[in-house]
Structures are given as C-alpha cells and as structure tokens.
C-alpha cells in the first residue's frame, strides 16, 4: 500500500458500504477512476483504485489501491459480490408452459423458461439458460453455458459455447434481398444460416441475417451493444466490437479485432481490414487497410477528416467576420 504511506488507518479495519462512481465518492465507498477529465478536485474522501500514473490527481485523503487495470479490477470485484449478470446452472429448471418438441435434445442443467418454444431437431448442450418466451426454431444448434434473454428469436442458426443473447433479438431471418419490379417485386429466398463463435456476446434488439446461400458468419469473442444490424453474407472477425446502433448491409467483411463507434454504417461489399479503429456516427463507402484510423462522412483517414473539419471552420468563421 505504498500509495498510502503517509496515510495513518490500518487495513484490517477497513471497511466498504457501496460501490459508487467516481463523482459520488465519499467515506467507506470504492470506486475506480481512469477518466482524467472527472472533476476529481470536488472528491476528498473513500477509497479508490487508480493507477501508479495518475496517483498524484486525486486527493491526499483518498485512499488509494493500486491497480495496473483500475476498470477490469472493480468488475472483477462487483462480479465477486453480484454474480454474473445473466442467472446460470438452475439445475434442469423447464416451465410446464414451455413446448419442447420430442425430437429435440436437451442437455444437462439447462433451463427453459415460461411460453419458450424449442423446436424440431434442436440441440441444447450442457449449462444453457433460455429465459421466457425465446423461440429457437427446427435444427438450431446452442452450446454449452450459452444464454437466452426474454424474447429472443433464434432461426437457422448455430451458436457455439458461452454466447451471450439479450433479450427481444433476433437472429437467421432473412435478409433484405429481392428482385424489384413495382407491384411484381417479390422477396429473394435465403438458404443460408447464422453462425455465431464461442464467446461471444449479442445485446439487446439486435438483428442478424441469415446468408443468402453462404452463411451469415460471427467470430468468437465479439463484442455486439443494442441495436446493431448485420445484414446477410456479412462476416464479422473474431474480437471486433461494434457500439450501439451500427448497421452493417450485406456483405460487409470486417477483419479482426476492429472496433466501431456508435451509429456507424456500411455500405455493402467492402472490407475493413484487422486492427482498425473506426469513430462514432462515420458512413463508411469504401474498403479500408489493416490498421486504418478512420472517421467522418464519407470516412477517410482520421486525421485527414480532422484537418477538412478544421478548414471548414475556419472558413465559416471567416464568413462571418467578413
């Protein structure tokens, strides 16, 4: 507790009442603070976990934990105190309102809660939770220790092992494809599925297409918030995350470990390659290299983005004193 040397307080009589964010910090309270933007002047009390780097930002009277990781550690504690946030292993628990067709195969300490519907040639592994009224149709496959929030819709699709689904998403419909011809305009049959890696977590009122004939592809460990649409053919790589209210069209490819802001979209057929960083609210035209930083409408490279927006104001701003 080297941050704390000149502090007199032995730990054993330590003790913490709450977890509180870092604004609302006061004694006997545990927060984390990373943001150097907070307004920390106004905090003089409670106990804070921070890193080395920004110990001298915080107030003397703070007791400080140190951490290499402040974030990851108060959730690995909240975690600890709380659980997880989606309930797991309720020991073979099937509500009598639940239809389960006889050809389906059920797995050990699963779940399936009320007005659920489980269809024909499913399989359900091990440690799987389907929570109220979720609807997984003939031939889906879910792994082990998966879950299932309230109303979700799952079709022509396979979800591997501890794949997260929140509530009133749907998964394997199919997707916008049709052939137009005014009033004779008819919808293109999909026969393609969804398949979904290991890992991975899907939020709320989420839409993903099944592939035209190619399946729709989701990798492990990709990180999905509430709202986002990911159209037919599309592939997303393992450990990508994609923020609230993105929309993918048809066959976007997006390579590993790209990260999306909130209210991005793509147009359909292009490529984002791996390690891109890509800002919140782009409309994003064209396919982009490994390791783009990129922003804007039409977006293009960040800083080039940023200097166009600097131009523009000081144009404006030039009109105006004119």
């Not at 964010?21 to 006997?28: G, K, R, T, Y």
Request: charged share 20%; net charge positive.
């Amino acid at each position: 507790m080297k941050f704390n040397e000149n502090r007199n307080f032995n730990v054993k009589n330590l003790y913490i009442y709450d977890f509180v964010s870092f604004q609302n910090l006061s004694h006997n309270k545990l927060t984390f603070f990373t943001n150097k933007k907070n307004n920390f002047l106004n905090v003089v009390s409670g106990i804070c976990i921070v890193e080395n780097k920004n110990i001298n930002l915080l107030h003397e009277k703070i007791i400080k934990i140190p951490s290499k990781n402040p974030k990851s550690d108060f959730s690995i504690i909240l975690e600890k105190y709380f659980g997880k946030p989606y309930p797991q292993n309720n020991n073979n628990i099937i509500h009598p309102t639940a239809y389960i067709h006889k050809t389906a195969k059920i797995g050990n300490n699963v779940s399936i809660g009320a007005f659920s519907f489980v269809g024909e040639g499913v399989v359900i592994e091990d440690d799987t939770f389907i929570s109220e009224r979720v609807s997984v149709s003939r031939n889906c496959k879910i792994g082990k220790e998966c879950f299932l929030g309230v109303g979700s819709v799952i079709e022509y699709t396979i979800i591997k092992n501890k794949v997260i689904i929140s509530s009133n998403t749907v998964i394997g419909k199919s997707g916008f494809g049709f052939i137009p011809n005014k009033s004779k305009t008819f919808l293109t049959p999909h026969i393609g599925g969804v398949f979904i890696g290991e890992g991975t977590n899907i939020g709320a009122c989420c839409t993903i297409d099944r592939g035209l004939i190619d399946d729709t592809m989701i990798g492990k460990y990709v990180m999905i918030d509430n709202q986002v649409h990911i159209g037919h053919n599309s592939i997303v790589g393992d450990f990508c995350i994609l923020a609230g209210q993105v929309g993918l069209s048809g066959s976007v490819v997006l390579k590993q470990n790209v990260t999306i802001g909130g209210d991005v979209s793509f147009k359909d057929n292009i490529t984002i390659g791996e390690d891109t960083i890509i800002a919140g609210a782009s409309k994003v035209f064209n396919s982009f290299p490994k390791g783009s930083y990129i922003g804007g409408s039409p977006a293009q490279d960040i800083q080039d983005w940023k200097r166009i927006v600097a131009s523009q104001r000081l144009n404006l701003k030039k009109r105006k004193n004119n």
